[in-house]
C-alpha cells in the first residue's frame, strides 16, 4: 500500500524551512528519501533504518517513527537547489512487503 | 564510475506493438528494480531482480515481463501495449538487497508513448 505524503505542494522563500511527512498503514522496516528534479531522475537523499532514528544530510535530515509507522523530512535554511519533488520510500520487513513502495511526492519550490 | 544507463531514451510505439526496454546497472551492482512512473500514479513498482532471480514483483499485468542477465544487466518487456502504457520507466540499481539497507541509483529513465 503507497504511503502517504504531506502536503502535496509547498512553496517557501530562500532560507525558510519546510517539514515532509510520510505516514504508512503498515509496519515499516526502513524509510527512504528522494528528490527528483524536473526532467531529471531521482537522487537518493538518506535511508532511515531504525525507529526514532534520525540523520542529516547538509541542512536536511530526516526521522523515522518506527511504532507510528511515519517519518518526516526536514529542510532547513532552504536554498533554490532544494526545489524539486520529493519522495518517501518504504519497506516492510519480508517477502512481498520487502519491496519499495514510493509515496505520490510532495512538489516543493523554493523562490527568491 | 559510470552511473545506470537506460536504452532507448525515447521511445513511440503503436497499440498492439512490444518493446524491450534496456538498463545497465552500476559495475558491481547485483539488484535492479523498475519502476513506472505517471503523473498521476507517482512511481509504481514493477520488478526487482538480485542475481538473475526476481525477487519481488508489482501489481502490474502478465504483460509486463522482465529479466536480468549474469552480468547484472536487466530487460523489461510490455507485449500488446496499450495507451496507458506510455510513461517513463525508471531502473534502479543497489549494490545489495534493498533489504540490506541500501539507497537506489536511479538511470535518467525511458520515455514510452503510444499512439
Known amino acids: 500500500q503507497q504511503p502517504v505524503q504531506s502536503p502535496q505542494a509547498v512553496i517557501l522563500r530562500e532560507g525558510e524551512d519546510a517539514v515532509i511527512n510520510c505516514s504508512s498503514s503498515?509496519?515499516?522496516?526502513?524509510v527512504h528519501w528522494y528528490r527528483q528534479k524536473h526532467g531529471e531522475a531521482p537522487v537518493f537523499l538518506m535511508i532511515?533504518?531504525?525507529?526514532?532514528e534520525q540523520k542529516g544530510h547538509d541542512k536536511i535530515s530526516a526521522s523515522f517513527n518506527e511504532k507510528k509507522q511515519q517519518s518526516s523530512l526536514y529542510l532547513t535554511a532552504s536554498q533554490l537547489s532544494y526545489s524539486g519533488t520529493y519522495f518517501c520510500g518504504t519497506q516492510g520487513r519480508t517477502g512481498t512487503a520487502s519491496k519499495l513502495t514510493f509515496g505520490t511526492g510532495t512538489r516543493l519550490q523554493v523562490t527568491l | 564510475k559510470a552511473g545506470v544507463t537506460q536504452t532507448p531514451r525515447y521511445l513511440i510505439k503503436t497499440r498492439g506493438q512490444q518493446v524491450t526496454l534496456s538498463c545497465s546497472p552500476i559495475s558491481g551492482h547485483r539488484s535492479v528494480s523498475w519502476y513506472q512512473q505517471t503523473p498521476g500514479q507517482g512511481l509504481q513498482f514493477l520488478f526487482e531482480?538480485?542475481?538473475?532471480?526476481?525477487?519481488n514483483k508489482g501489481n502490474f499485468p502478465g504483460r509486463f515481463s522482465g529479466r536480468q542477465f549474469s552480468n547484472s544487466r536487466s530487460e523489461m518487456n510490455v507485449s500488446t501495449l496499450e495507451l496507458g502504457d506510455s510513461a517513463l520507466y525508471l531502473c534502479?540499481?543497489?549494490?545489495?538487497?534493498?533489504?540490506?539497507?541500501?539507497?537506489?541509483?536511479f538511470g535518467s529513465g525511458t520515455r514510452l508513448t503510444v499512439v
Open positions: 531482480y538480485f542475481s538473475e532471480t526476481q525477487r
Open positions: 532511515l533504518l531504525k525507529g526514532g
Open positions: 534502479a540499481s543497489s549494490s545489495s538487497l534493498i533489504g540490506a539497507g541500501g539507497g537506489y541509483t
Open positions: 503498515k509496519a515499516l522496516y526502513s
